[in-house]
C-alpha cells in the first residue's frame, strides 16, 4: 500500500495515479498526481512525501533483459515503483520504473587481496615493459582490468571468494555433435556449477566437447565467449561450426584488425533450411539419449578391452620367450581343472607357500577343496617348479580367453543394439532440434558497425550470440559493464592468471579447459607475494590456479577417450602421465609406431644444437626407408626440439616437407609423424639439472609423444637422461619394451608379467592371512610392505610398482653367461625374491628387498643369501637387505629407493 503526501495533506484517496519525473527546465524532480476528473497537478518532490520510500546505497544497476551493469552512485526507491537514480560524478538524476531495472548491491571484490594483488601484477608488468613492444598490450590489460564491474555474480567474483556456486539442473541437454561417455559427463558437469573444468588430454574430444557446450548454451538462450591465446584452438571452433551452417552466430572480434575484417563483411543472419522429416521434440531426444547412455559405457568397455588383451599378449610373448631361453620343460595339460585366472593366481601362491616340502595331508583337502584338484602328484617337489611355470602360462591363456570373450559380448551388444546408428540419430534429432529453436528466436536483420555495436550491444548478443576473442582483448571488444552469461577459455594450461581473469571479470559462468600435464605458460617474474598460493601467478597457469582455488568444490571431468595416436603411441602417455585413465579408440596401423635412435658416443651439442642426431636420422631414413618403412609416407612429418637453434639447424638438413618448430610452439598440433629431437649430451654443462629438467620435462615429453598420430621417432643420446631418470628415460625403456625385432634391448634381466603378478599379490595377500597368520617373518614382510606402499605414494616415485615373492630366476636371467655353475643351480631351484621394484613404463626390474629375520645369521642361509647378492649385481639390479631388529626401515627404504631407481634407469649390462 503506497501512501501520497503533498505537505503534510494526504492525497492517497483522492487520486488515480502518479508519477515522478525529472524536469529539464526547473532541473527538479516532480511528483504528479492524477485525479478522476483527469486532472493532474505537479509539486516538486521535495515538497511531498511518498510512503513507503527506501534508500540503497553504492549498487549496480541493470535494466530487464539487458547483459549490461551500471554502477551507480545511490538510489531512492518510491512506493517500490519509481526509482531515482544518482551515477557517480553527475549532478543529475535518473528515473526507472521499478519494474524495468533491478539492482545489485556491488562486492568488495576490487578491495580483496586477491584483486589487490592482481592489479600489482599488472601495473608491474606494464611499468616494466615501458616503451617496448609489449609496453602497449600491458598497458591495455591494466585499462580493461579498471573496467570490470564490481559484481557479485561474476566468475571473478567467485575466483576471489574461492566459493564456487552451483546452478539449477539443467533442463534435457542435446548432443548435436555427437558424444561419448565422458564427453556426456562434461557437458552436464558444464551446467551443474558456475565455474567447471574440461581436463583435455591430446585427441580427447575437446573442440567436440565446446561445441555441444555451446550448442546447449544457444538452446537456453544465453550469451558465451570463447576465448584462447592460442589461435588455432578457436579456429577449430569456428570451422566445425561452420560446417553445420552456424557460423553467422558467432562475432570473431578481439584485436582491432580482427573486429574491422569481421564487420566489413558481416556475416548475413540465415534461416536454416530444416529436412522436412517433422522435427523432433525435446521428449524424444532425451529418449534416444535415455537409450543410449545404457551402450556408452559398453564402447568404452570394449576399447579398454581390446588395450588389455594387447597388453597381455605381449606379456605372454615374454614369458614363452623367457621359458625357451632357459629351456623350461612343459608341463602336463591344466585345462582339466577348469580354473579362472583368479583360480590359477591362488594356485601359483599356495604352489609358492608349499616351498620345497612334501605334499602334506591337510595340502591335499586345500587343492582339493580350493581348487578341485584330487591327484596332487603333479604338484610334487620334483615338479612343482615346472607346475608353477606353467600356471603362468595358463593365467595368460585363460585371462586372454576370457577378455576375448567379453570383448565379442560387448561388440555383439553394442552391434544388436545398433550403437552407431542410435548415436547418429540423436545427433541428427539434436541438430534438428536446435536450428528449429534458433529460427523460431531469430532477431531481426540488423545492421551493425565496428565503431557504434557496443551502443547497441544487447541487440548484438541476441544476434551474435557466441563471441571470439583473446583474453588480452575480451573487455575491449564488448560494451563498458556488459556480463555474459558464459565463458569458455580453451588451452588454460596456456593461460596467464593475468591476463586470464579479464575473461572472469565479464561472465557470470566459467568453463575452463585444458591439460594440466601438457606445456604451462612462461610466467613473468616478478617477485611480488600472492596472498596464497593458489593465486601465484610466477607458478600458475589459469587452470591449475582454479584448481588450487575451488578444490574439491570444483566440478571435473577427464576426457578418456582418446582418438588420434595410434594405440602403442598414446600409451606411453597414458601410463606415465594419465595413470592408465584414457581409454584409446583408434586401431593400430604399422608395426613400427614407435622407434628410437641412439647417436653415438660423445659429445656432440653445441650451443643448444644438435647436428650428430641430425646425422643419425638421417642415417636410418636413408639405410632403413626400403626395409623397414620409415619415411616412406612423405606427408605429415614434423620435426620438434626443445631449442630453437636445433629446429633452425634442421632446416639445412631435413628434407622441406618437414614442419620444423619448437615442443611449445607444436602444441595444439599432430603430424602422421613426428621425430622428438632432445639435443643434449653428456658434457657437464648439459647435465647441470636446470638444462635436464628443461629438456625432460613431463609436459614436455607428453606434448612431444602425442603429436604423433602414426609413427613417433626419438633421437638421442646414449646415457644422456639417465642421471636424471625421469620421462625421457622412461620413454626409452617403453620403446624397447614394446619393441620387436632389433628394437629389443636383449639383457639379464626379465621384465615385469605385472599383470600376472598384480593378481598373484592378492592371492598371496589372501593366503597368508588365512594359513600364516602367526608366522613372525610374514608380519616383517608386511610391515615392509606397508612401509612400501607409503614410500610409493609419494609423487617422486609415481613411475615405481613393486611386486612380492617373484621368481629370482624370473628377475635375473639364467642367460646370463657371467653366472657360475653354482649360481645357475640356485636360480633352477625356486630361489623368490622377498620384494621387486619395477619401472611402471617398461616394466624393468631395478631393485630388490630381502626381508632377513633371525635364520639368515645361519652359515646354510649365509652362503645363499651370498648367491643371490651375486646374481644379482651381475645383473645390475641393487639389493636392499632389512633385518626385522633393524630401526628406521622407511629411511633406509626411500634412501635405497633414489639410489636404486637411478643406477637401474642405466642400459642394462
Known amino acids: 500500500m503506497v501512501s501520497i503526501y503533498v505537505g503534510e495533506e494526504d492525497k492517497t484517496n483522492q487520486i488515480t495515479d502518479w508519477r515522478i519525473r525529472w524536469n529539464e527546465q526547473q532541473e527538479t524532480l516532480d511528483l504528479t498526481c492524477y485525479f478522476p476528473s483527469k486532472k493532474t497537478f505537479t509539486r516538486p518532490l521535495s515538497d511531498c512525501r511518498v510512503v513507503p520510500t527506501r534508500e540503497l546505497g553504492e549498487s549496480l544497476l541493470k535494466r530487464r533483459g539487458s547483459s549490461i551493469v551500471q554502477p551507480v552512485e545511490r538510489v531512492t526507491v518510491y512506493g517500490d515503483r519509481f526509482a531515482v537514480v544518482y551515477y557517480p560524478g553527475k549532478e543529475k538524476p535518473y528515473v526507472y520504473y521499478v519494474d524495468n531495472v533491478e539492482f545489485v548491491p556491488t562486492t568488495g571484490m576490487k578491495k580483496s587481496s586477491v584483486f589487490c594483488y592482481l592489479n600489482s601484477v599488472a601495473r608491474t608488468r606494464q611499468r616494466r615493459a615501458g616503451s617496448s613492444s609489449q609496453g602497449p598490450m600491458a598497458a591495455n590489460i591494466v585499462r580493461q582490468l579498471e573496467k570490470l564491474p564490481a559484481s557479485p555474480d561474476t566468475a571473478l567474483n567467485a575466483y576471489c571468494t574461492g566459493r564456487n556456486g552451483t546452478l539449477e539442473p539443467s533442463a534435457g541437454l542435446i548432443f548435436p555433435f555427437g ?5 556426456l559427463a562434461a557437458v552436464e558437469r558444464a551446467f551443474s556449477a558456475q565455474v567447471s573444468m574440461v581436463e583435455g588430454p591430446p585427441g580427447t574430444g575437446k573442440t567436440q566437447t565446446i561445441l555441444n557446450i555451446l550448442a546447449n548454451i544457444l538452446l537456453r538462450g544465453k550469451t558465451v565467449a570463447v576465448l584462447s591465446n592460442n589461435n588455432s584452438a578457436v579456429g577449430n571452433v569456428y570451422e566445425k561450426l561452420e560446417k553445420c551452417g552456424l557460423d553467422y ?8 584488425d580482427n573486429r574491422n575484417a569481421f564487420f566489413n563483411d558481416l556475416p548475413t543472419l540465415q534461416m ?10 525435446m521428449g524424444d531426444i532425451q529418449a534416444l539419449l535415455s537409450k543410449l547412455k545404457q551402450y556408452l559405457h559398453d564402447q568404452n568397455l570394449a576399447a579398454q578391452l581390446s588395450a588389455e588383451i ?5 606379456e605372454r610373448r615374454y614369458l614363452q620367450e623367457w621359458k625357451e631361453e632357459n629351456d623350461v620343460q612343459p608341463a602336463s595339460s591344466l585345462e582339466k581343472y577348469g580354473l579362472s585366472p583368479r583360480k590359477v593366481a591362488d594356485l601359483m601362491a599356495y604352489v609358492s607357500y608349499l616351498g620345497g616340502r612334501r605334499v602334506r595331508l591337510k595340502d591335499r583337502i586345500e587343492l582339493f577343496f580350493n581348487f578341485r584338484i584330487l591327484r596332487a602328484r603333479p604338484f610334487s617337489e620334483d615338479t612343482r617348479q615346472t607346475i608353477f611355470h606353467a600356471l603362468q602360462m595358463h593365467y595368460y591363456d585363460q ?8 570383448l565379442q559380448a560387448c561388440q555383439e551388444s553394442l552391434a544388436k543394439a545398433q550403437f552407431t546408428k542410435l548415436l547418429d540419430s540423436l545427433t541428427t534429432a539434436s541438430m534438428l532440434y536446435l536450428k528449429h529453436q534458433l529460427n523460431v528466436k531469430a532477431p531481426k536483420q540488423k545492421v551493425f558497425e565496428a565503431r557504434t555495436y557496443r551502443n547497441d550491444f544487447d541487440d548484438f548478443l541476441r544476434r551474435f550470440p557466441i563471441l571470439g576473442s583473446s583474453t588480452h582483448s575480451i573487455v575491449n571488444s564488448i560494451a563498458p559493464g556488459a556480463i555474459l552469461d558464459y ?5 588454460a594450461s596456456q593461460q596467464d592468471i593475468m591476463p586470464g581473469i579479464l575473461a572472469l571479470g565479464c561472465a557470470k559462468n566459467l568453463i575452463v579447459v585444458g591439460d594440466s600435464r601438457q606445456l604451462a605458460h612462461i610466467p613473468t617474474k616478478l617477485g611480488i607475494q600472492a596472498p596464497s598460493d593458489e593465486y601465484d601467478c610466477e607458478r600458475y597457469s589459469l587452470l591449475d590456479s582454479c584448481i588450487g582455488v575451488f578444490k574439491d568444490a570444483l566440478p571435473r571431468t577427464l576426457l578418456k577417450e582418446h582418438y588420434r595416436c595410434h594405440p602403442r603411441i598414446i600409451q606411453f602417455c597414458n601410463q606415465q602421465f594419465y595413470e592408465n585413465a584414457l581409454v584409446p579408440m583408434t586401431q593400430g596401423e604399422g608395426d613400427m609406431p614407435m622407434r628410437l635412435v641412439v647417436t653415438a658416443k660423445g659429445n656432440h651439442a653445441r650451443r643448444n644444437t644438435n647436428l650428430r642426431e641430425l646425422d643419425s636420422l638421417l642415417k636410418v631414413s636413408g639405410e632403413e626407408a626400403q626395409d623397414k618403412g620409415v619415411w616412406v609416407d612423405k606427408e605429415g612429418r614434423g620435426f620438434i626440439a626443445p631449442f630453437r637453434a636445433q629446429v633452425k639447424l634442421s632446416g639445412d638438413y631435413l628434407p622441406e616437407d618437414f614442419v620444423k618448430d619448437t615442443v611449445h610452439k607444436f602444441q595444439g598440433r599432430e603430424c602422421e609423424e613426428i621425430v622428438f629431437s632432445t639435443v643434449l649430451d653428456k658434457k657437464p654443462s648439459n647435465q647441470c639439472q636446470k638444462r635436464l629438467d628443461f629438456v625432460d ?11 604423433a598420430k602414426n609413427q613417433f621417432t626419438l633421437v638421442t643420446g646414449d646415457d644422456v637422461f639417465i642421471a636424471n631418470n625421469a620421462h625421457i628415460a622412461a620413454l626409452i625403456r617403453y620403446i624397447e619394451y614394446y619393441g620387436q625385432g632389433d628394437q629389443v634391448e636383449r639383457a639379464p634381466v626379465v621384465s615385469a608379467f605385472d599383470l600376472l603378478y598384480k593378481e598373484y599379490d592378492q592371492s598371496l595377500e589372501r593366503l597368508n592371512a588365512r594359513l600364516r597368520s602367526e608366522d613372525s617373518r610374514y608380519k616383517s614382510e608386511q610391515i615392509v610392505a606397508n612401509l612400501l606402499r607409503k614410500v610409493l605414494a609419494h609423487t617422486a616415485y609415481g613411475g615405481v610398482i613393486y611386486h612380492d615373492q617373484v621368481l629370482l630366476n624370473q628377475v635375473a636371467s639364467p642367460a646370463n653367461s657371467d653366472l657360475t655353475t653354482r649360481e645357475l643351480n640356485f636360480l633352477a631351484n625356486r630361489a623368490s625374491c622377498d620384494f621387486v621394484l619395477y619401472f611402471k613404463v617398461g616394466k624393468r626390474p631395478f631393485g630388490v628387498i630381502e626381508v632377513d629375520g633371525g635364520s639368515h645369521d645361519k652359515p646354510d642361509q649365509a652362503a645363499r643369501d651370498a648367491l643371490k647378492n651375486s646374481i644379482l649385481e651381475k645383473c645390475g639390479i641393487e639389493i636392499l637387505r632389512l633385518r626385522t631388529i633393524e630401526s628406521g626401515i622407511e629411511d633406509k627404504i626411500t634412501n635405497f629407493l633414489e639410489a636404486s631407481s637411478n643406477r637401474g634407469a642405466r642400459p642394462l649390462p
Open 272 to 281: 536454416n533450411a530444416l529436412e522436412r522429416e517433422p522435427v523432433p521434440t
Open 697 to 707: 620435462d613431463p609436459r614436455m615429453v607428453n606434448v612431444a609423444v602425442s603429436r
Open 179 to 183: 558424444l561419448n561417455e565422458s564427453q
Open 487 to 491: 565463458v569458455i577459455i580453451d588451452e
Open 310 to 314: 594387447d597388453e597381455l599378449k605381449i
Open 399 to 406: 585371462s586372454l580367453r576370457e577378455k576375448e570373450a567379453e
Open 249 to 256: 552466430l558467432v562475432a570473431k572480434l578481439g584485436s582491432q
